[in-house]
T-cell receptor, first 115, second 112 residues
Framework: AQTVTQSQPEMSVQEAETVTLSCTYDTSENNYYLFWYKQPPSRQMILVIRQEAYKQQNATENRFSVNFQKAAKSFSLKISDSQLGDTAMYFCAFMSYTNAGKSTFGDGTTLTVKP | NAGVTQTPKFQVLKTGQSMTLQCAQDMNHEYMSWYRQDPGMGLRLIHYSVGAGITDQGEVPNGYNVSRSTTEDFPLRLLSAAPSQTSVYFC???????????FGEGSRLTVL
């Protein structure tokens, strides 16, 4: 079974600064996806970024980028130029190719962006 | 494009009552799943389906029942509600080739 660990329950950052959220996972699978989802106070789950394990290049989406270290089973999210709208809970999630359609989630990191 | 639609968004039940959370998706996704989210915790898988007529249990299936008669619909039934089932429930779908989950807006259930 896979596990996903987010060791930072809460974090804060000043507006316009950069913050990094940590995630580690454990799996014996070789082919899988990793995701970061954002959950603002509205409760909606929103995909932030995804990474396929076979890709060596780290994924980026505008101000969001990841540092994917496959051997270390680490998948951190960097948010650059933080904005007030980034305030949310962030979840790291794992999905293997052999169990597509279901994900294992970490417990989340609550991020507060301060003006 | 509606995506994944869950109803109701809020529900209060008394212990022992039964109810069904509805979930429908219009993206022709093969995979559908139900998760619950408790305070301070991530999402935990209740049940999932890889196609019409096929369902399987997830991490926390006890007290819940599902069926999948069509590709579009995946209702979650609470057979006899208990206070421990107070939670926020999310339905999600994803395509056969894998990739991210597409979520409904969530349903907040309170069992008194």
């Amino acid at each position: 079974a896979q596990t996903v660990t987010q060791s930072q329950p809460e974090m804060s950052v000043q507006e316009a600064e950069t913050v990094t959220l940590s995630c580690t996972y454990d799996t014996s699978e070789n082919n899988y996806y990793l995701f970061w989802y954002k959950q603002p106070p509205s409760r909606q789950m929103i995909l932030v970024i995804r990474q396929e394990a076979y890709k060596q290049q780290n994924a980026t989406e505008n101000r969001f980028s990841v540092n994917f270290q496959k051997a270390a089973k680490s998948f951190s999210l960097k948010i650059s130029d933080s904005q007030l709208g980034d305030t949310a809970m962030y979840f790291c999630a794992f999905m293997s190719y052999t169990n597509a359609g279901k994900s294992t989630f970490g417990d989340g990191t609550t991020l507060t962006v301060k003006p | 494009n509606a995506g994944v639609t869950q109803t109701p968004k809020f529900q209060v039940l008394k212990t022992g009552q039964s109810m069904t959370l509805q979930c429908a998706q219009d993206m022709n996704h093969e995979y559908m799943s139900w998760y619950r989210q408790d305070p301070g915790m991530g999402l935990r898988l209740i049940h999932y389906s890889v196609g019409a007529g096929i369902t399987d249990q997830g991490e926390v299936p006890n007290g819940y029942n599902v069926s999948r008669s069509t590709t579009e619909d995946f209702p979650l039934r609470l057979l006899s509600a208990a206070p421990s089932q107070t939670s926020v429930y999310f339905c999600a779908s994803s395509p056969r080739y894998g990739g991210e989950l597409f979520f409904g807006e969530g349903s907040r259930l309170t069992v008194l």
